[in-house]
């Protein structure tokens, strides 16, 4: 079965400008997550779906990050504007549903670094 | 609050020989927990998981964890280090009663040939 895509791999931008990334996850996965992983740490969750909408968004940074999974499958991150701060690799995991004995499977990321 | 304490920053073993990656957890109830593995440029994969079943767990790629109570531990081991598992190995808890991971800080592990 085809794993989480993500795109693109790799993003250099400058700060104050704005950036987006996509995730597909794995058919039939009812459950989306967007994790921020910066050099040296482990993930974060930054905003968690279940179908098309929002489980948890707690942890996401409202006033720059945002985040949509319009038609319950694919999803995008946006940041607008990006901070030096916002250098990371960002990580998207899809899964059967929101239940702790389910396994979340990870996309590759994307590498995102700001200057 | 569930959280974990990855004991180790780098671990440095010769091809062959035993792997011991240490992790304490902190939990106010029995936790679900876990070991991902992260190879460069790749994504996130599951090794093993504890969901209150046997306390001893075997996982993928002949690694094995075992939780232990008393001493607030999930620490992995593998017999024989190969060099393909040279990686990023994190220890995972969720948030009580949720699918939410809480990772770990990880370890970075080095095989010499």
């Known amino acids: 079965e085809a794993g989480v895509a993500q795109s693109p791999r790799y993003k250099i931008i400058e700060k104050r400008q704005s950036v987006a990334f996509w995730c597909n996850p794995i058919?039939?996965?009812?459950?989306l997550y967007w994790y921020q992983q910066i050099l040296g740490q482990g993930p974060k969750l930054l905003i968690q779906?279940?179908?098309?909408?929002?489980?948890?968004d707690s942890q996401l940074p409202k006033d720059r990050f945002s985040a949509e999974r319009l038609k319950g499958v694919d999803s995008t991150l946006k940041i607008q504007p990006a901070k030096l701060e916002d250098s990371a690799v960002y990580l998207c995991?899809?899964?059967?549903?929101?239940?702790?004995?389910?396994?979340?499977?990870f996309g590759p990321g994307t590498r995102l670094t700001v200057t | 609050a569930q959280s974990v304490t990855q004991l180790d920053s780098h671990v440095s073993v010769s091809e062959g020989t035993p792997v011991l990656l240490r992790c304490n957890y902190s939990?106010?109830?029995?936790?679900?927990l876990f070991w991902y593995v992260q190879h460069p440029n790749k994504g996130l994969q599951l090794l093993l998981k504890?969901?209150?079943?046997?306390?001893l767990v075997k996982g993928i790629n002949g690694f094995e964890a075992e939780f232990k109570k008393s001493e607030t531990s999930f620490h992995l081991t593998k017999p024989s280090a190969h060099m393909s598992d040279a990686a990023e190995y994190f220890c995972?808890?969720?948030?009580?009663?949720?699918?939410?991971?809480?990772f770990g800080t990880g370890t970075r592990l080095q095989v010499f040939p």
């Open positions: 504890y969901t209150s079943a046997a306390t």
């Open positions: 995972v808890v969720t948030l009580y009663n949720t699918d939410k991971l809480i």
């Open positions: 995991a899809s899964s059967l549903g929101g239940h702790t004995n389910h396994e979340q499977y």
């Open positions: 058919s039939g996965h009812a459950t």
């Open positions: 779906f279940q179908n098309n909408g929002v489980v948890d």
């Open positions: 939990s106010s109830y029995s936790p679900s």
